[in-house]
């Protein structure tokens, strides 16, 4: 039964193998616990014509069956990428491998001759594009709404200056002004206290004959 990892790839136990699949197309500079580390398969033990190895078995959405190896006495260090040995299009299918696995060619220390990966690039580069178009988006999208909340700030503001103009010209104390925008503003404003010996209007009271 097949098991799915958090980057949603579909593994196969080994038992499940399609026969024929013993095509090298590439070879990933990775060894088998980090490719485990990166991307949660699991590298089960075998055995081969050639040596012992590691190998684990997955398959994409189209159906198509790869197996990555390594054999334990191999001189050179890496992970091989296998597909079916009667495939007529090695690009296709380590495009469709690297696509499944989500690595990228940068990380493929051999591939196959007769694999051309340059479709598979050009691909890779309009996704980050694309990726790179929507991010700006929405940053435009949050840029235009701190604009609407500065905007609506700024009105306040203009209000609260306009209260303090009219307030002040009427002789007002900052007390009382306080008071009111506290009002305008639904704020509570039981803490704030008339001065001892002012009036509302700012104004020393006279002293008690």
């Given at each position: 039964m097949a098991n799915t990892n958090f980057l949603a790839i579909e593994q196969l136990p080994l038992r499940e193998m399609n026969r024929g699949l013993a095509k090298p197309i590439a070879t990933?500079?990775?060894?088998p616990g980090e490719i485990s580390d990166r991307i949660g398969i699991k590298f089960e033990a075998a055995r081969d014509d050639l040596d012992?190895?590691?190998?684990?078995?997955?398959?994409?959405?189209?159906?198509?069956q790869f197996v990555l190896v390594r054999h334990r006495r191999q001189p050179i260090p890496g992970t091989d990428?296998?597909?079916?040995?009667?495939?007529?299009d090695v690009s296709a299918?380590?495009?469709?491998?690297?696509?499944?696995?989500?690595?990228?060619?940068?990380?493929?220390q051999w591939t196959h001759p007769?694999?051309?990966?340059?479709?598979?690039?050009?691909?890779?580069?309009?996704?980050?594009r694309i990726a790179g178009i929507r991010q700006?988006?929405?940053?435009?999208?949050?840029?235009?709404?701190?604009?609407?909340?500065?905007?609506?700030l700024a009105g306040r503001a203009v209000l609260i200056l306009r209260e303090l103009d009219k307030a002040a010209?009427?002789?007002?104390?900052v007390t009382e002004i306080?008071?009111?925008?506290?009002?305008?503003?639904?704020?509570?404003?039981?803490?704030?206290?008339?001065?001892?010996g002012m009036t509302p209007g700012g104004k020393k009271l006279a002293p008690a004959l």
């Open positions: 990933l500079g990775l060894e012992e190895l590691q190998a684990a078995l997955v398959r994409s959405r189209s159906g198509r990428i296998l597909t079916n040995e009667d495939s007529p299918d380590l495009g469709e491998a690297l696509t499944l696995l989500q690595f990228g060619p940068a990380e493929l007769d694999a051309d990966l340059s479709h598979f690039q050009i691909q890779q580069i309009s996704k980050r700006l988006i929405e940053l435009e999208e949050r840029r235009a709404g701190l604009e609407e909340e500065l905007k609506t010209a009427n002789g007002v104390s306080a008071v009111r925008i506290g009002a305008s503003s639904k704020r509570p404003t039981a803490g704030l206290r008339q001065p001892v």
